[in-house]
Antibody, heavy 122, light 107 residues
Framework: EVQLLESGGGLVQPGGSLRLSCAAS????????MSWVRQAPGKGLEWVSA????????YYADSVKGRFTISRDNSKNTLFLQMNSLRAEDTAVYYC???????????????WGQGTLVTVSS | DIQMTQSPSSLSASVGDRVTITCRAS??????LNWYQQKPGKAPKLLIS???RLQSGVPSTFSGGGSGAAFTLTISSLQPEDFATYYC?????????FGQGTKVEVK
């Protein structure tokens, strides 16, 4: 059974940093690209970032480019999102999602974690 | 970025009703269109990929159609567990973009 378990969310002040983790199990993690998607309270879904199976290719939404960094440790089956210079508008539930392919060529998200809440507020 | 527009934003329906949700893309995305279901407090769940490919375990009451820039999600007979918010998403290019969602509520 595929499982994705996010952690690392919490309350942070504007300008602060957080590192999210997503522990994967139930599939060969190193064979699939992964994404982060967020959802602000009461709002829709917004794609944030994606990474290829090997980690050699990364992609970002314009809204987070230069502030967020996606990475993965295939030896530990874990996906990360380092978030710096956080803003109030980054407040959201952050989901990690497994993609159906190795490469980030077409982002079909077939499994999602339960999400972790990030709140940016003073 | 490709803009995805769903209609309606919400609808009220009864168990057993046939429900259709429309999703329009701002450009031709061929059949690179996916549908997700989200229940309150839960993660989205992939229902249909590539316009019409039903995911394993998804009831056959769900179907998807369309191509190019206009797509539909149809629930042929609404069940109690189908009351949720539905999102379309294009996977034609990066960034992938979502529609704003359609909330299916109890009439």
């Amino acid at each position: 059974e595929v499982q994705l378990l996010e952690s690392g969310g919490g309350l942070v002040q504007p300008g602060g940093s957080l590192r999210l983790s997503c522990a994967a199990s139930g599939f060969t993690f190193s064979n699939y690209a992964m994404s982060w998607v967020r959802q602000a309270p009461g709002k829709g879904l917004e794609w944030v970032s994606a990474i290829s199976d090997s980690g050699s290719s990364t992609y970002y939404a314009d809204s987070v480019k230069g502030r967020f960094t996606i990475s993965r440790d295939n030896s530990k089956n874990t996906l990360f999102l380092q978030m710096n210079s956080l803003r109030a508008e980054d407040t959201a539930v952050y989901y990690c999602a497994k993609l159906v392919l190795r490469a980030v060529t077409t982002q079909i998200m077939d499994y999602w974690g339960q999400g972790t809440l990030v709140t940016v507020s003073s | 970025d490709i803009q995805m527009t769903q209609s309606p934003s919400s609808l009220s329906a009864s168990v057993g009703d046939r429900v259709t949700i429309t999703c329009r893309a701002s450009q031709n995305i061929r059949t690179y269109l996916n549908w997700y279901q989200q229940k309150p407090g839960k993660a989205p769940k992939l229902l249909i990929s590539a316009t019409s490919r039903l995911q394993s375990g998804v009831p056959s009451t769900f179907s998807g159609g369309g191509s190019g820039a206009a797509f539909t999600l149809t629930i042929s007979s609404l069940q109690p567990e189908d009351f949720a918010t539905y999102y379309c998403q294009q996977s034609f290019n990066t960034p992938p973009t979502f529609g704003q969602g359609t909330k299916v509520e109890v009439k």
